[in-house]
T-cell receptor, first 116, second 111 residues
Framework: GAGVSQTPSNKVTEKGKYVELRCDPI?????LYWYRQSLGQGPEFLIY????????DSGLPNDRFFAVRPEGSVSTLKIQRTERGDSAVYLC??????????????FGPGTRLTVL | DAKTTQPPSMDCAEGRAANLPCNHS???????VYWYRQIHSQGPQYIIH???NNETNEMASLIITEDRKSSTLILPHATLRDTAVYYCIVRGGGSNYKLTFGKGTLLTVNP
């Protein structure tokens, strides 16, 4: 079956611009996660959705970052006034359930964001 | 979640077993040990997890010491496609939905 997909695969933008990154989770997965991975580092947690609501957004670095999941499926990560430090690979993952450590997270290939 | 320590890199010959160590000396009784790997330019991929018993699946085996302070991921017959960064993650407690990645071990399988 189809895995987690993310679009675009690459995004180049200029400092100060607004960007949206999209994640299509595996069909039927209720939990969705966003992570950010800087060069040479492991992924860092940003936000977790259970259904339509953000159950934990403690990893979002500041108020320029915002994510939505209006219908409990597709999610969009939005970054306002981008800065060069936002350059990273943004990973999305989904799992069948949440709050259960038996549920593995399936990751998408990521969106590589470059802010010039 | 407990912190994990892994060597930054390891090499292995193709066809041989790859043994990747992980220290997690502060692990709590209800925390699990998870392993993920990340092949270049891909998202992380789940491999295996365990609590205290040794586990095996089609990808790997996980050996956890009796005191649970360390574990070893074993790839029995490494192939070139197993070249990746391997992450050992301790998971559990209140925020058990969250994966906390370290820098992992870059395993290079050589022909």
């Amino acid at each position: 079956g189809a895995g987690v997909s993310q679009t675009p695969s690459n995004k180049v933008t200029e400092k100060g611009k607004y960007v949206e990154l999209r994640c299509d989770p595996i069909s039927g997965h209720t939990a969705l996660y966003w992570y950010r991975q800087s060069l040479g580092q492991g992924p860092e947690f940003l936000i977790y959705f259970q259904g339509t609501g953000a159950a934990d957004d403690s990893g979002l670095p500041n108020d320029r970052f915002f994510a939505v999941r209006p219908e409990g499926s597709v999610s969009t990560l939005k970054i306002q006034r981008t800065e060069r430090g936002d350059s990273a690979v943004y990973l999305c993952a989904s799992s069948l359930l949440a709050g259960d450590i038996y549920n593995e997270q399936f990751f998408g290939p990521g969106t590589r964001l470059t802010v010039l | 979640d407990a912190k994990t320590t892994q060597p930054p890199s390891m090499d292995c010959a193709e066809g041989r077993a790859a043994n990747l160590p992980c220290n997690h000396s502060t692990i709590s009784g209800n925390e699990y040990v998870y392993w993920y790997r990340q092949i270049h330019s891909q998202g992380p991929q789940y491999i295996i997890h365990g609590l205290k018993n040794n586990e095996t699946n089609e990808m790997a085996s996980l050996i956890i010491t009796e005191d649970r302070k360390s574990s070893t991921l074993i790839l029995p017959h490494a192939t070139l496609r197993d070249t990746a960064v391997y992450y050992c993650i301790v998971r559990g407690g209140g925020s058990n939905y969250k994966l906390t990645f370290g820098k992992g071990t870059l395993l290079t399988v050589n022909p």
